[in-house]
T-cell receptor, first 114, second 114 residues
Framework: QKEVEQNSGPLSVPEGAIASLNCTYS??????FFWYRQYSGKSPELIMF????GDKEDGRFTAQLNKASQYVSLLIRDSQPSDSATYLC??????????????FGRGTSLIVHP | EPEVTQTPSHQVTQMGQEVILRCVPI?????FYWYRQILGQKVEFLVS????????KSEIFDDQFSVERPDGSNFTLKIRSTKLEDSAMYFC????????????FGPGTRLLVL
């Protein structure tokens, strides 16, 4: 059973602070890693993806991947109240023929208070 | 900006009835997916579809489920004999390519089985 674990939160941070969201996964064969943002009652929206060990930055967001530790994180700098949402970590295993089956975590609820 | 659309937005049905959920993927995308999210739970992969056939399916996608691309634009999910536990939000997604490609999610269909 492939697992993707996230702390459900809520993680509460003041406006302007750095929010740090973490995710661990069980399948060492996982090849690609995604962070989605999901507002209540809405569909997931891709924020970032990362494939290689290290950091990847996009605006206020930085994804960090450590395959040896089976750990992926998302940092949100200068957090805004509009960042308040549930953040989903998704991990794709690679299967033959280029297809994949994504596994999602339960998500971490982030609250950014003014 | 192109987007994935889904109809209906809400569907209420009686247990044992058949339902068809419809999706129009982004026009130049080749890979299509269905996910479900039971209220308060994680997003779960159901099935991926490419070149008019199923690429991958999860354990959830049993014989009561089927998918079809009846024409050049629509992608449907049929649930043959609905059960109470099928009540969930169903998301369609599409991508240009497999594995590492970004998936774009539709707004979802909220299915309620009574």
């Amino acid at each position: 059973q492939k697992e993707v674990e996230q702390n459900s939160g809520p993680l509460s941070v003041p406006e302007g602070a750095i929010a740090s969201l973490n995710c661990t996964y069980s399948d060492r064969g996982s090849q690609s890693f995604f962070w989605y943002r999901q507002y209540s009652g809405k569909s997931p929206e891709l924020i970032m993806f990362i494939y290689s060990n290290g950091d990847k930055e996009d605006g206020r967001f930085t994804a960090q991947l450590n395959k040896a530790s089976q750990y992926v994180s998302l940092l949100i700098r200068d957090s805004q109240p509009s960042d308040s949402a549930t953040y989903l970590c998704a991990v794709n295993e690679g299967v033959s023929g280029g297809s994949y089956i994504p596994t999602f975590g339960r998500g971490t609820s982030l609250i950014v208070h003014p | 900006e192109p987007e994935v659309t889904q109809t209906p937005s809400h569907q209420v049905t009686q247990m044992g009835q058949e339902v068809i959920l419809r999706c129009v993927p982004i026009s130049n995308h080749l890979y299509f997916y269905w996910y479900r999210q039971i209220l308060g739970q994680k997003v779960e992969f159901l099935v991926s579809f490419y070149n008019n056939e199923i690429s991958e399916k999860s354990e959830i996608f049993d014989d009561q489920f089927s998918v079809e691309r009846p024409d050049g634009s629509n992608f449907t999910l049929k649930i043959r004999s609905t059960k109470l536990e099928d009540s969930a939000m169903y998301f369609c997604a599409s991508s240009q390519g497999p594995t590492r490609e970004t998936q774009y999610f539709g707004p979802g269909t909220r299915l309620l089985v009574l």
